[in-house]
């Protein structure tokens, strides 16, 4: 079982950046996809960005040169990097892991979300 926890959201204005932290416990994230999600009131869950196992990374097009993620396994860790920040980017942010990349599908695993508040 892995356990994911969220932090480094909050509340930042139009043009800001934040960095999102993910921590990981009870399995090693090194063999695992990891990604992060998010939802916005009234929205779906959606594929915002993931890393794989090899380090290959992927990004929504909403996202693109804005937002990096990235891992750091011997600390069990993964990032994201966000940017350039838009109000429509105020969601719940989740940390999941074993992230199908292919399809940009969810894996089993996913901490409790972090909320990022852009303001306008």
């Known amino acids: 079982q892995m356990h994911l926890v969220e932090s480094g959201g909050g509340l930042v204005q139009t043009g800001g950046s934040l960095r999102l932290s993910c921590a990981a416990s009870?399995?090693?994230?090194?063999?695992?996809?990891m990604g992060w999600f998010r939802q916005a009131p009234g929205q779906e869950r959606e594929f915002v960005a993931g890393?794989?196992?090899?380090?290959?990374?992927y990004r929504a097009d909403s996202v693109k040169g804005r937002f990096t993620i990235s891992r750091d396994n011997a600390r069990n860790m993964v990032y994201l990097q966000m940017n350039k920040l838009k109000p429509e980017d105020t969601a719940v942010y989740y940390c999941?892991?074993?992230?199908?990349?292919?399809?940009?599908?969810?894996?089993?695993?996913w901490g409790p979300g972090t909320q990022v508040t852009v303001s306008s």
């Open positions: 999941n892991a074993d992230v199908k990349i292919g399809t940009r599908g969810p894996g089993d695993y």
């Open positions: 009870g399995r090693s994230i090194e063999n695992y996809a």
């Open positions: 890393i794989s196992w090899a380090g290959f990374t």
